[in-house]
Nanobody
Framework: QVQLVESGGGLVQAGGSLRLSCAAS????????MGWFRQAPGKERDFLAY????????HYADSVKGRFTISRDNVRNTVHLQMNSLKPEDTAVYYC??????????????????WGQGTQVTVSS
């Protein structure tokens, strides 16, 4: 069973950048598709980015396309989210999640079976 731990969150000014990391334990990490989500207070958990098991398929939400970049390293069992041009509305708790590879892009939270504990990102104006 894979376990996930996020890191890299923090406080940044608008226009700044952060790089989130998600470290996975377990020997089956490379068989999972990975996603990044975020949840602001009082709001639903929103999909941000998806990367399939091999890194060959990537998909972004329109809200972050061109600003955020997802990547993974199956040797180091990590997935990253590089976030540039951050805006105050990007403030939220950010989660990485794992889904068994299904051969399709997965963007709904219910499709992900393993979640990290989350890391807070706060963007000041």
């Amino acid at each position: 069973q894979v376990q996930l731990v996020e890191s890299g969150g923090g406080l940044v000014q608008a226009g700044g950048s952060l790089r989130l990391s998600c470290a996975a334990s377990g020997r089956t990490f490379s068989s999972y598709d990975m996603g990044w989500f975020r949840q602001a207070p009082g709001k639903e958990r929103d999909f941000l980015a998806y990367i399939n098991w091999s890194g060959g398929t990537i998909h972004y939400a329109d809200s972050v396309k061109g600003r955020f970049t997802i990547s993974r390293d199956n040797v180091r069992n990590t997935v990253h989210l590089q976030m540039n041009s951050l805006k105050p509305e990007d403030t939220a708790v950010y989660y990485c999640a794992a889904a068994r590879n299904q051969g399709v892009v997965v963007i709904t939270p219910v499709s992900y079976t393993i979640w990290g504990q989350g890391t807070q990102v706060t963007v000041s104006s």
